[in-house]
């Protein structure tokens, strides 16, 4: 359980920093010091989350994720922040967020005999969801192809189902 706390820790601590240093600089090219505040407010979020992690102090993980994530989406919408920095921030803050609540499982689960064996299958299958993602946002800040609205759609719909039938899947082989 340590090693998943400190690999928690690696997480939210690339997000929220690759986030600060993003609107920090924005804020210094674009000479808004909103963006300053901005940093300030992610910087007390992140260091939030990770107190009350460590504190086993559970329930405002989706709240501080939501923060993140519209800090990040509004910091690469409206000051043009690299795609990939925006994506690595995404990815990052989800993991932290998947392990606060596999730390919540755990502590709810007691002491158990094979823990560190559960701690290291959670992790191989979110490095593997999180290079899967990382591939397919680099795809996509890459490659830009002109669709038809119908088929962006469909498109949208097929991998909404796709992943819920992982996610189903990957939890029936969990139990």
């Given at each position: 359980?340590?090693?998943?706390?400190r690999?928690?820790?690696?997480?939210?601590?690339?997000?929220?920093?690759?986030?600060?240093?993003?609107?920090?600089?924005?804020?210094?090219?674009?000479?808004?010091?909103?963006?300053?505040?901005?940093?300030?407010?992610?910087?007390?979020?992140?260091?939030?989350?990770?107190?009350?992690?460590?504190?086993?102090?559970?329930?405002?993980?989706?709240?501080?994720?939501?923060?993140?994530?519209?800090?990040?989406?509004?910091?690469?919408?409206?000051?043009?922040?690299?795609?990939?920095?925006?994506l690595?921030?995404?990815?990052?803050?989800?993991?932290?967020?998947?392990?606060?609540?596999?730390?919540?499982?755990?502590?709810?689960?007691?002491?158990?005999?094979?823990?560190?064996?559960?701690?290291?299958?959670?992790?191989?299958?979110?490095?593997?969801?999180?290079?899967?993602?990382?591939?397919?946002?680099?795809?996509?800040?890459?490659?830009?192809?002109?669709?038809?609205?119908?088929?962006?759609?469909?498109?949208?719909?097929?991998?909404?189902?796709?992943?819920?039938?992982?996610?189903?899947?990957v939890?029936?082989?969990?139990?």
């Amino acid at each position: 359980m340590i090693f998943i706390r400190r690999v928690f820790a690696a997480h939210l601590t690339i997000a929220i920093t690759l986030l600060m240093l993003m609107l920090g600089y924005n804020a210094i090219l674009y000479n808004l010091t909103i963006l300053f505040f901005a940093a300030a407010l992610v910087l007390l979020v992140g260091t939030y989350w990770y107190s009350s992690a460590v504190q086993g102090k559970y329930g405002l993980e989706t709240t501080f994720l939501m923060a993140t994530l519209l800090a990040d989406c509004a910091g690469f919408y409206f000051y043009a922040m690299p795609p990939l920095a925006a994506l690595l921030i995404a990815v990052t803050a989800l993991g932290a967020w998947d392990l606060t609540y596999f730390l919540r499982r755990l502590k709810a689960a007691g002491k158990l005999d094979y823990e560190n064996q559960l701690g290291r299958n959670h992790l191989r299958r979110l490095i593997l969801a999180e290079a899967l993602g990382m591939t397919a946002g680099m795809m996509a800040a890459t490659i830009h192809i002109s669709l038809p609205f119908w088929l962006l759609l469909l498109f949208i719909m097929l991998a909404v189902v796709g992943v819920s039938r992982l996610i189903i899947y990957v939890r029936k082989q969990a139990e």
